[in-house]
């Protein structure tokens, strides 16, 4: 039986070990140097880990998707790159974001060139290269689609639950669901595991972002890397917000809600304990950590059926992993 933290151990020391390997020392320096800058800033590699699970499961051999589980994780953090310039945030990671330390140009610059390392990373021996290269195109889109309803949200004072779900399934999920399809493909996948796992990553991508939301004001700052209530700063109108406006009865919650409801461009700092008063007293973090539990064993039922079709320890790493990220703290 496999040792899980172990195993995970080897996971990441593959992926990072690959990164190194990956990330030339050349001109232009700044852009080379923020690149590397952006991909040894640390991060939990669940993107790249995911696509090693997808295919081990299938497979057996993790080994096999590396590349391809770093080709998604260069989108993620291309992503993050240009969402701080959006969102302008000056900490990612702990650490000043690349607009910050470098420069908006720089930032951008690097940002798309990132993308370009990407598809160099897709195995082009794959059996079925051309589908890991749509699979790339599918995510990229639907991560850009996302991302422009959520900054769309910031000027909106009507937006629901359902709307905001249907958002970070674009933005959050899209990625996942890359990263067990890419996985998937290089493991030879069957049309009903594709599926399985596709449906999988759906729904562990909203409990994901839900729990994102949800961190941002519960994490420890030094480990989540970023400024606590981070979201009411910038305006974003999250899980936590929408449910609060949903569930309020006093005049005085109300009418805060529908402030920062109004507001572009978020609230001051010093709105912080206010919300996280109004959000304790609506038992919004308890309520939120149901709705997780929902998705996450909604994902879980979905691999239940893959299961039966292989015989290796890769499943249950993968429900141990799901369910490290269910604990996570930051």
């Known amino acids: 039986m496999l040792n899980y933290e172990k195993e995970n151990q080897v996971f990441l020391n593959l992926i990072e070990e690959k990164i190194t390997e990956i990330i030339p020392q050349k001109q232009p320096e700044a852009l080379y140097s923020a690149f590397n800058y952006v991909m040894t800033a640390g991060g939990k590699r669940i993107r790249p880990v995911l696509t090693m699970l997808a295919c081990a499961l299938l497979t057996g051999k993790p080994q096999h998707a590396v590349s391809a589980g770093l080709a998604i ?49 897709l195995p082009t021996s794959a059996p079925r290269y051309a ?56 493991g030879n996948c069957s049309k009903e595991q594709y599926d399985a796992l596709d449906n999988f990553a759906l729904n ?44 309020a009865t006093e005049e ?11 507001t572009k461009n978020g609230l001051p700092e010093t709105y912080i304990p206010q919300f996280k008063e109004i959000f304790d007293n609506l038992n919004i973090f308890e309520i939120g950590q149901k709705i997780i539990d929902e998705y996450i064993n ?33």
Do not use: P
Request: net charge negative; hydrophobic share 40%; charged share 25%.
């Open 204 to 247: 562990l991508g909203i409990a994901f972002q839900i729990q994102d939301d949800m961190l941002d004001m519960t994490a420890d700052q030094l480990k989540f890397g970023k400024k606590i209530g981070q979201d009411i700063i910038e305006g974003k109108k999250s899980f936590i917000i929408l449910k609060a406006l949903e569930l």
């Open 73 to 121: 994780e260069i989108i993620h953090n291309f992503t993050l790159v240009h969402d701080d310039i959006m969102d302008n945030s000056s900490i990612r990671r702990g650490r000043e974001t690349v607009h910050i330390k470098w420069d908006e140009s720089t930032a951008i610059l690097t940002g798309d060139m990132m993308v370009g390392w990407a598809y160099r990373m």
């Open 131 to 186: 589908e890991l290269v749509e699979e790339l195109n599918t995510a990229l889109v639907d991560v850009c689609e996302g991302q422009q309803f959520d900054m769309e949200f910031n000027s909106r004072s009507d937006v629901t639950i359902d709307e905001y779900i249907e958002m970070i399934k674009l933005k959050t999920s899209a990625l996942l669901r890359c990263s067990v399809r890419l996985g998937a493909l290089i």
């Open 252 to 262: 005085k919650d109300i009418a805060l809600l529908q402030k920062y409801m109004h």
């Open 298 to 330: 909604k994902a879980n039922s979905y691999i239940q059926n893959i299961q039966n079709s292989v015989q290796n320890d890769y499943y249950e790493m993968l429900k141990h992993f799901v369910n490290s990220l269910n604990k996570r703290v930051y």
